[in-house]
Nanobody, 121 residues
């Protein structure tokens, strides 16, 4: 069984920074894509940033220039460095892993439990 455990959320003032981490646990052979999604209250979940195993990244327009996604394949961990945070970044942030190959088989998609990021004005 694969689990994604997120950490690093919290309360920060506008203009501040936070770094989210997400570690996959289990007997994992490889993970194709990893990413961060967010869901603000009353809104749909959206992709914030994604990264392939080879390091190719993509970002939602609102995150470009402020957020940086990275991953450590050896640790099966993905990070999201968030700078110049704005109140509109307030949301629950979810980690996602796509095509996870493990000793027990292949998982098409795995989600973390979410971590709350609150940006005060």
């Amino acid at each position: 069984q694969v689990q994604l455990v997120e950490s690093g959320g919290g309360l920060v003032q506008a203009g501040g920074s936070l770094r989210l981490s997400c570690a996959a646990s289990g007997i994992i052979f490889s993970i194709d894509t990893m990413g961060w999604y967010r869901q603000a209250q009353g809104k749909e979940r959206e992709l914030v940033a994604g990264i392939t195993r080879s390091g190719t990244t993509n970002y939602v327009d609102s995150a470009k220039g402020r957020f940086t996604i990275s991953r450590d394949n050896a640790k099966n961990t993905v990070y999201l460095q968030m700078n110049s945070l704005k109140p509109e970044d307030t949301a629950v942030y979810y980690c996602n892993a796509g095509t996870v190959r493990t000793g027990a088989g292949r998982y098409p998609e795995v989600w973390g439990q979410g971590t709350l990021v609150t940006v005060s004005p």
